[in-house]
């Protein structure tokens, strides 16, 4: 005998008995299509062929890109790239004129405020009543969600303690900002959208939001973080998505990007007088400069594991060996002057 094990819908009435997947002998899970759980192995986010147009301007032209879950996905572009429009259509709050969009296996154009209640989203501008405090915005985005966490434990992860009677018109930026992620946040979303994050907190406040979101995540929430800031990025995300006049110019792993577009290394080191051409026969190398004692290697791969070990095996151990890795920002550069950004 099969027993069928009941998931989580947004209409309970759209469960249906249909042909199953087996989960353990004598278990199965049926849901219909549209449903809005997803599947094992289903992505969190399926975006195809997005459009939107302002009159004649192409916002966005075409963007296709999967996001898996549990995945923390970036999103990187300049100003007037497609990313904010991009992510506005993702969570409904922006209708596309055309593809197709599936975010917790829903159309958010169709099923908008259902999505709502399973996603979170901070977006890049946002404003409160100016009196509201800290903690009746928390209690009332909890109340108001059906899954809510404690967001006194918010108020602390967030650094918002000492604020929490403080009106919002008295808030910092980088508090305001804090409190908007925490809102994100407080209905325990399945994934979260956050468009430029970290704008306007100090350094330290800025990686202490990198290490809250990398707990989000092994909390077992999907991210999706829209940043103009590399090194975020680069730290945080797993997959990036690179922007360019309302098209997917680039998608791969912060490393993949910095190897396909910026993938040059330098190696750089004092010697005695003598020439150093030879180092170009270690592999990826792919010039050699001198000037007076400063010897300068460039090229692809592990460089500098190859050159060490070409200097070592004649004897020479510079103290001052140092190698300059490219960077996503180098990556990124690149991408985006290929269009004259």
Known sequence: M???VRCHAPNPSAIRHTQATPLTPGFSLSCTPDSGVVAVGESAVVVRG?????G???AVNGVSFEVEPGEIFGIIGANGSGKTTTVEC???LRKRDGGDVRVLGLDPQIH???LRHRIGSQLQESSLPERLRVWEALDLFAALSPRSRDWHALLEEWDLTQKRNSAFGDLSGGQRQRLFIALALVNDPEIVFLDEMTTGLDPAARRAAWDLVREVRRRGTTVVLVTHFMDEAEDLCDRIAVFRRGQVAALDTPSGLVARFAGTSTVRFSAEDGSFEWLRACPGVESVEQEGRRVVVKGEGP???HVAAALAARGIYPPDLDVERATLEDAYMNITAEAGE
Do not use: D, F, S
């Open 56 to 58: 004649p301007i192409h």
């Open 90 to 92: 993702l969570q409904g």
């Open 303 to 305: 460089l500098l594991a």
């Open 112 to 114: 908008g405020t259902t």
């Open 2 to 4: 099969t027993r069928t």
């Open 50 to 54: 997005l459009q939107k147009r302002y």
